[in-house]
Nanobody, 125 residues
Framework: QVQLVESGGGLVQAGGSLRLSCAASGSILSINEMNWYRQAPPKQREWVAR???????NYADSVKGRFTISRDNAKNTVYLQMNSLKPEDTAVYYC???????????????????WGQGTQVTVSA
């Protein structure tokens, strides 16, 4: 019923930029907050950035000043602009939606969290 699909990953040289997108599909009524996470095996998945429905943002210290999260509520899409990329930013990037309200079959439903499938970002030295 609700899916998140990331795009925009790829290979970039250190110092370069990428813009990730995460589009939510389905009969979505609202999404409270949207986040970006990343995971570089064998490390655990780490939180990168958050944006709430009113536009408030938070960032992990490791990306503050380099990454910018934004959202288009009308399109249920969140973006992550990544500048000054470093090799240590290499990871699979996942988006998630927290507090998702959607409609289906005449009913209304709530999901605590929905995850996307991830997109690979590789930064070469």
């Amino acid at each position: 019923q609700v899916q998140l699909v990331e795009s925009g990953g790829g290979l970039v040289q250190a110092g370069g930029s990428l813009r990730l997108s995460c589009a939510a599909s389905g009969s979505i009524l609202s999404i409270n907050e949207m986040n970006w996470y990343r995971q570089a095996p064998p490390k655990q998945r780490e939180w990168v950035a958050r944006i709430t429905s009113d536009g408030s943002t938070n960032y992990a210290d490791s990306v503050k000043g380099r990454f910018t999260i934004s959202r288009d509520n009308a399109k249920n899409t969140v973006y992550l602009q990544m500048n000054s990329l470093k090799p240590e930013d290499t990871a699979v990037y996942y988006c998630n939606g927290g507090g998702v309200r959607y409609s289906s079959g005449g009913g209304r439903y709530y999901l605590n969290v929905v995850w996307g499938q991830g997109t690979q970002v590789t930064v070469s030295a």
